[in-house]
């Protein structure tokens, strides 16, 4: 089957950096995405690993370990309007997406 | 319109009523979706279209159909609405999933059911 876990919620101070971690259980892997969603909002695409490594886009990243069942979005330099959902999602083998609970991310003045 | 538009925003139904979620978009995207969202859980696919004229069961389809009867439109239906069914369902497109994984998301219809 397929699972993926996120931790629930996390605090983090403006200005710092955070890591969000991602781990996932699949028997057929086509990528792996973040979204961001702030309350009462639709989730708007930040990220699209397929390959290991890091991709930076600004002030966000996202990394991912294949062999590892791990990714991470990693937010640099935090502001206030960080404060969102961050939802990991996997592709299966059928290209279909499976989601993450979503990690609830309060960032503090 | 721009992007994906979701009808309505907010409804209160009554058990055993029937509901339509309506959703368009102008991207012509090929392939459009129906997620629900509930409290502690990820998105679940409900149904799906890659193409017009085709449709696809999701993770969670019993007691919702969808039609895709051109590009542009792709309703969501509940014959008979049941509590269980109070969520917060978004529309979202797509045009090439496997090649940019991006999709597009409506704005969300909050259903209460009674």
């Known amino acids: 089957g397929q699972n993926i876990d996120q931790p629930t919620e996390m605090t983090a101070t403006e200005g710092a950096i955070v890591q969000i971690n991602c781990t996932y259980q699949?028997?057929?892997?086509?990528?792996l995405f973040w979204y961001q969603q702030h309350a009462g909002e639709a989730p708007t695409f930040l990220s699209y690993?397929?390959l290991d490594g890091l991709e930076e886009k600004g002030r966000f990243s996202s990394f991912l370990s294949r062999s590892k069942g791990y990714s991470y979005l990693l937010l640099k330099e935090l502001q206030m309007k960080d404060s969102a959902s961050y939802l990991c999602?996997?592709?299966?083998?059928?290209?279909?997406?499976?989601w993450g609970a979503g990690t609830k991310l309060i960032i503090k003045p | 319109i721009a992007g994906i538009t979701q009808a309505p925003t907010s409804q209160i139904l009554a058990a055993g009523r029937r509901m339509t979620l309506r959703c368009t978009q102008d991207m012509r995207h090929n392939a459009m979706y129906w997620y629900r969202q509930d409290l502690g859980l990820g998105l679940r696919l409900i149904h799906y279209s890659n193409t017009a004229g085709t449709t696809g069961k999701g993770e969670v389809p019993d007691g919702y159909s969808v039609s895709r009867a051109n590009t542009d439109d792709f309703p969501l239906t509940l014959a008979s609405a049941v509590p269980s069914q109070t969520s917060v369902y978004f529309c979202a497109s797509s045009d090439g999933l496997a090649d940019t994984g991006e999709l597009f998301f409506g704005e969300g219809s909050r259903l209460t059911v009674l």
């Open positions: 999602a996997l592709m299966d083998s059928n290209y279909q997406l499976i």
């Open positions: 690993n397929v």
């Open positions: 699949t028997s057929g892997f086509n990528g």
